[in-house]
Structures are given as C-alpha cells and as structure tokens.
C-alpha cells in the first residue's frame, strides 16, 4: 500500500524511511551479488522451451558455497522442477581459502527449495502462498513476492515473460539460528546472476522421458469422462507441466481432473495415505488420498522410468480428481481416467 505524502511526514525524532529502502534491506540480507541489467526470464510459460531447464544452474555450487555447508536435504519434495538443497549455513562469512570448512562456524541447517516450474495465472493467485498472502514489490523488472515467517520464507519471483521461479526457505529445526530469509534472499540473487550472465544450463533427457511430454496434450475426452461424467474444458496449470479440466477453475471444490509429471511416492507398511493398486498398463502404480478436505481429493500415480537428478526417484504421471461424490469414487475415477491415457505415454 503506497503512503501519501502527510503519512510519510513522521513523528519527530523518526526519520522516515527512504523510498526503496524496504527494498534495499532486504536486497542486503543476500550473501551474492545479483549483478544489474535486465533480466526476461526463463523461456516464457510453454513446455517446448523450459521442459529441459536445470532448476539447480539457478542455484550452483559456487553459490551454494558462499552460503554454507551442504547437508542432506530433508523433505518431501515430488516436483520434476525443483532444486532441493540442504544447507549448513556459515556463521559470517565462512572459511576462507585454505581453512577447513569442517571447522568453521555455523548458524544451523536450512532446507531449500527452489521451483523453476511454475507459470504466471494472475497476480490473485501469483499472490498467494501456501500459508496464505504474499507481499508484492518490483526490483528493477522483476515482481517479487514475499512471506516471512519465524521459521519459513518465501520469496516468489515472475519475470516479464510470465515465468515464475519459488524459493522457499525452512529452517531444519528450533536449534537453528540462520535467518531463513538471508538464505531466501541469497537464492534469489543467484537467480538472477545466472539469468543476467547468458542461458541457463539444459538437463539431458532420454528420448522416452515424461519430461520431454506435454501430458495434457495426451488426455482424450474420453478420459476426462471417465473421471468427471462429462467434458468440461482444459484449463491453465500452476506450472509448465500440468492441466486442469474442470468447468470452475477457481472454485477448488469444484469436480476437476489434474494430471501432471511428478516424481513417485512409494507406499510404505502401514502408510494410511499411499498405498499400492494393480498395476495400469503394466506399470506398477499407487493411490494417495489425504485424510482432509472436502471433497478430498485422490491422486493415482503410474511410474514411468528412472529420474536422474534424484537417484531413486521415477518420473510418474499423476492423475488427480476430485470428486463430489467421496474419496473412494474419487481413487475410482482417477484410475479409469490413467487407464486410458497411459497407452499414449512412451515406452518404458
């Protein structure tokens, strides 16, 4: 919200703050310097020229090192687009040449995620984060949005082309005494850095990866009445790799089938939400529905081949509905639906 000029006056003894200067502070929390120019973005919001970016040449070793140590990263992440790091982070500076990095200081551990797949829709939903609102601010020609939190920060970046990069910072635990925002605002430094110094480093892709698939493009109608009784239109995906078909995109209980490139879940003993179905055109596949939400959704996931980046992981298509009519018709629809699209999907 912009201040007038009577607000911006002050109480003596309070000098008001200089114009950008917000900006600024939170710019100088950064352990890398972003460079200056102008910055496009990533390719814009189509598969074919961003199917093949490396998240992680967004934020390399060499950036990573001026922030701290690595260490296993823990969570959940399932996205194709994402970079996942863990990081020790440097008390100051950190070592310098020469010195043992075993040594030096710490602050405590951060989990970092940075998605490079997501795709500008609106700024009522480029505003909004997983814990609600974000805060809106330009820097130079990029639109940044912003969450602090005591032990998380969001920093969401849409660039003129439409594409979007999300950095999400989460300390690892209480014990951790890293300000998550500096380790946010390093990320997004090293984001620009790279996309001001020349074209982002490509993954290599086998011939038959997903990723190489616009997976929307291989849902017949047959399949989205399969899963929803009727035909309603395909609409934008929050990222360059899924769809939506559903008459109310922005009512999230309305009926809809998602389906998506991910990577897989595996069921465990005793896990009450992912758990092992048949397998659907010979591929081995399982279900997942949260215990919340109304309608709940249910997503089936078939496994298609190896994931490099992630050793362990699969590239998998998921289809996800949502249904009026409860989970268990819901897992019901999802698998009729995954039945008819995964002959289209390319060979194992």
């Not at 130079?140 to 003129?160: G, H, M, N, Q």
């Not at 925002?181 to 990320?187: F, P």
């Not at 009784?229 to 809809?256: H, L, V, Y």
């Not at 279900?287 to 980046?309: K, M, N, R, S």
Request: hydrophobic letters at 35%.
């Amino acid at each position: 919200m912009a201040l007038s000029a009577g607000c911006a006056a002050s109480v003596t003894g309070e000098p008001a703050p200089a114009p950008g200067a917000e900006e600024q502070a939170k710019k100088n929390k950064s352990r890398i310097d972003a460079g200056s120019g102008p910055v496009t973005g990533l390719g814009g919001t189509e598969l074919a020229a961003r199917k093949d970016l490396d998240p992680c040449a967004l934020f390399p070793k060499d950036s990573q090192d001026k922030l701290g140590r690595p260490v296993k990263y823990v969570g959940g992440a399932s996205k194709v687009d994402l970079c996942v790091v863990g990081l020790e982070v440097w008390e100051g500076e950190g070592p310098k040449e020469g010195e043992d990095e075993k040594t030096a200081p710490t602050l405590g551990v951060v989990d970092i995620e940075l998605d490079a797949g997501m795709v500008f829709q609106s700024e009522e939903r480029a505003g909004m984060g997983s814990r609600g609102k974000l805060t809106k601010e330009t820097r130079d020609d990029v639109e940044v949005y912003s969450a602090e939190e005591p032990r998380i920060c969001t920093r969401r970046l849409v660039f003129k082309d439409k594409s979007m990069v999300n950095v999400q910072v989460t300390t690892r635990n209480n014990d951790t005494r890293a300000e998550p925002c500096e380790s946010a605002e390093t990320v997004v430094s090293s984001v620009l850095k790279v996309l001001r110094s020349g074209p982002v480093a490509r993954r290599t892709l086998p011939a038959n990866s997903l990723l190489n698939v616009d997976v929307c493009g291989l849902v017949p109608a047959e399949a989205v009445t399969a899963a929803l009784g009727s035909t309603p239109p395909r609409q934008p995906g929050t990222s360059i790799r899924n769809c939506m078909f559903t008459n109310n995109p922005n009512d999230i209980r309305a009926d809809a089938l998602i389906v998506d490139v991910v990577t897989d879940l595996v069921a465990r003993p005793g896990d009450p939400m992912v758990k092992e179905i048949p397998p659907i055109g010979g591929r081995p596949a399982t279900t997942t529905q949260l215990p919340f939400g109304t309608p709940a959704p249910c997503t089936v996931e078939v496994t298609h081949i190896p994931f490099d980046p992630v050793p362990g992981k699969k590239e998998t298509l998921g289809v996800v509905v949502v249904s009026s009519a409860g989970r268990e018709a819901a897992c019901q629809k999802a698998r009729a639906a995954a039945e008819v699209i995964v002959p289209k999907l390319p060979a194992m």
